[in-house]
Structures are given as structure tokens and as C-alpha cells.
């Protein structure tokens, strides 16, 4: 796993599952928010992996 680093400290690296407990959210809203490019993943190929950043980012704008 690779680990990004911001602001000299490391970004936790989410999967699909992480996202599901973390943020209490059913996989098809999850799914939906990915395919409309709102929560995008860091490669696209394989198994999909987000910043815990861009997790609560997500998170922040859905609770506006």
C-alpha cells in the first residue's frame, strides 16, 4: 500500500468496505458518487482505493 503524505502527515488509504463502516453509507450510494466522479478513486485500475481526505471531503459535501 502506498501511502500519500499532506501536511507532513500520512493520508489513510480507503477501500470501498473502509468507506461503507467509516461513513455508515450503503455501497450503492458509494458506487453512485464514484460513477459520477464526485469520490474518485487514486488509480483506476484494480482494486479502487481513496484518501481518507477525499472520504470525509465527500462526506462534508453530501451533509450540505
Known amino acids: 500500500r502506498k501511502i500519500q503524505i499532506t501536511n507532513g502527515h500520512p493520508d489513510k488509504l480507503m477501500s470501498i468496505k473502509d468507506i461503507k463502516i467509516y461513513s455508515g453509507l450503503s455501497n450503492s450510494t458509494i458506487f453512485r458518487a464514484i460513477n459520477s466522479d464526485i469520490l474518485k478513486p487514486i488509480r483506476s485500475k484494480g482494486?479502487?482505493?481513496?484518501?481518507?481526505?477525499?472520504?470525509?471531503?465527500?462526506?462534508?459535501?453530501?451533509?450540505?
Open 47 to 64: 482494486k479502487k482505493l481513496f484518501t481518507q481526505q477525499s472520504v470525509n471531503e465527500w462526506i462534508t459535501i453530501r451533509s450540505v
